[in-house]
């Protein structure tokens, strides 16, 4: 990273803007042009190796790319919000991001997806319920995982110092 002094090096404030948020962009490369999509999306964190989960259907340009290239990176950042300076150069903005790499890997089995699917529901609704999912509906989805082989944060200034 460039600007070190806006790097979080610390696991645990990555993981905060990981968790706190509730979209990432995942991008993918189609045959040398790049197309991003935005995603809900789940984690975990165990041993040191972040997974995020992802859900679609079973058909799309997505998935399409995916099955022909599983190279992939992803962001996550928080809203903005802009810091106002005297001149048009030192105006600056509140912000913290979370960009990485990785593997994407389909799910294929029903205990895999419904693993990635509660995961997926953990994230999104705070609530550490278990589903069971119907067949039917396990038939209709696809669910997939990004294994993250790198990523990095960087926060702009915080609040306080806006």
């Given amino acids: 990273m460039r600007r070190k002094d806006k790097e979080i ?9 990981i968790d706190k948020n509730r979209v990432c962009r995942l991008a993918l490369s189609d045959d040398n042009r790049p197309y ?7 984690y975990s964190f165990e041993n040191g190796d972040l997974t995020l989960y992802f ?5 799309g340009r997505k998935l399409e790319i995916i099955k022909r290239n599983n190279r992939a990176c992803f962001e996550i950042d928080c809203e903005g919000v802009l810091v106002e300076g005297e001149t048009p150069c030192s105006y600056s903005c509140v912000f913290e991001s979370i960009i990485g790499t990785g593997r994407i890997i389909l799910l ?3 205990t895999e997806k ?7 529901m953990k994230h999104q609704t705070g609530k550490n319920v278990t589903h069971h999912f119907d067949e ?5 989805v696809v669910v ?19």
């Fill in 9 to 17: 090096a610390d696991i645990g404030g990555k993981l905060e803007i």
């Fill in 36 to 42: 991003i999509v935005p995603l809900n999306y789940g």
């Fill in 55 to 59: 859900h679609s259907a079973r058909e």
């Fill in 108 to 110: 294929n089995t029903a």
């Fill in 114 to 120: 419904e693993d990635g699917l509660n995961r997926l």
């Fill in 136 to 140: 039917n509906v396990m038939e209709r």
């Fill in 144 to 162: 997939y995982k990004m294994v993250v082989e790198e990523f990095t944060g960087k926060r702009g200034k915080n609040r306080e110092e806006a």
